[in-house]
């Protein structure tokens, strides 16, 4: 099950209806493809039969998320503890550095741009922290970083 705003989930449902757009202009591609004759050394065609495959894919992906996701009502969150949807502020002591983040669903993860899983390990291990908790982080490489958090706070709009 996963937790998603209602930004969230309207953004998957934008990302399907843009996919969908994408198999219908692919499957003209397909057609044009198919008009030139001998498939068996047509590039156009075979570029076009992978990009049908990778479209269905992200399809059937995005398809199960917003089958598998419940909204959460953003304004009804608290910030007394870290939560899924709520963006925390934390001090990693190991790099001495202040960073904020954004605890998400698993689907909407991409660490690039500070948006962290509800289940990967530091999403794990904020879940339902207050702000001046201080947590152990082991890293890949088997060091221990002490992250505390700071500040807990929705969505500034």
Same mark, same amino acid.
């Given at each position: ?6 930004? +969230? $989930? &309207? =953004?998957?449902?934008? %990302? ?13 591609? !397909? @057609? ?11 590039? +156009? $065609? &075979? =570029?076009?039969?992978? %990009? ?13 998320? !917003? @089958? ?90």
């Amino acid at each position: 099950m996963f937790r998603l705003t209602q930004k +969230e $989930y &309207d =953004a998957l449902l934008a %990302e399907l209806k843009d996919l969908k757009q994408r198999r219908i202009e692919n499957i003209e591609a !397909i @057609k044009v493809a198919k008009s030139h004759g001998d498939l068996s050394e047509n590039s +156009e $065609y &075979d =570029a076009a039969k992978d %990009e049908e495959g990778k479209i269905e894919s992200a399809i059937a992906v995005i398809e199960a998320q !917003i @089958k598998d996701s419940v909204i959460i009502d953003e304004s009804a969150l608290s910030t007394s503890t870290v939560q899924t949807g709520l963006f925390i502020k934390i001090f990693d002591k190991g790099m001495n550095t202040e960073d904020t983040i954004q605890i998400v669903a698993a689907p909407l993860a991409d660490a690039f741009s500070g948006k962290f899983s509800d289940i990967s390990p530091l999403g794990q291990c904020l879940l339902g922290k207050k702000v001046g908790d201080v947590v152990s982080l082991k890293t890949p490489d088997g060091t221990v970083n002490e992250i505390t958090v700071l500040e807990i706070f929705k969505a500034k709009n």
